[in-house]
């Protein structure tokens, strides 16, 4: 099993793909959003948005930090 910092960064990079994901739709978005798309685009970065967020708020996200920090909380 991987120690609580190697999850953690697998964690964080996971995040920041769904962060530069996000800003993919966004530019397309301003730039090159097709007629039409712009429901479906909202929708797109919505729900990447959901996602990161429970990446982010999760319990064991703050049990990893606590185990890699070597403390007992």
Do not use: C, N
Request: hydrophobic share 50%; glycine share 10%; no cysteine.
């Amino acid at each position: 099993m991987a120690s609580a910092y190697q999850q953690l960064e697998q964690r964080f990079l996971k995040v920041a793909l769904l962060s530069e994901a996000i800003g993919m739709l966004r530019w397309d978005q301003s730039v090159l959003m097709p007629a039409g798309g712009a429901v479906a685009r909202g929708e797109q970065v919505a729900a990447l948005a959901v996602i990161r967020h429970g990446m982010m708020t999760d319990d064991r996200l703050s049990d990893l930090l606590t185990e890699a920090s070597g403390k007992d909380g």
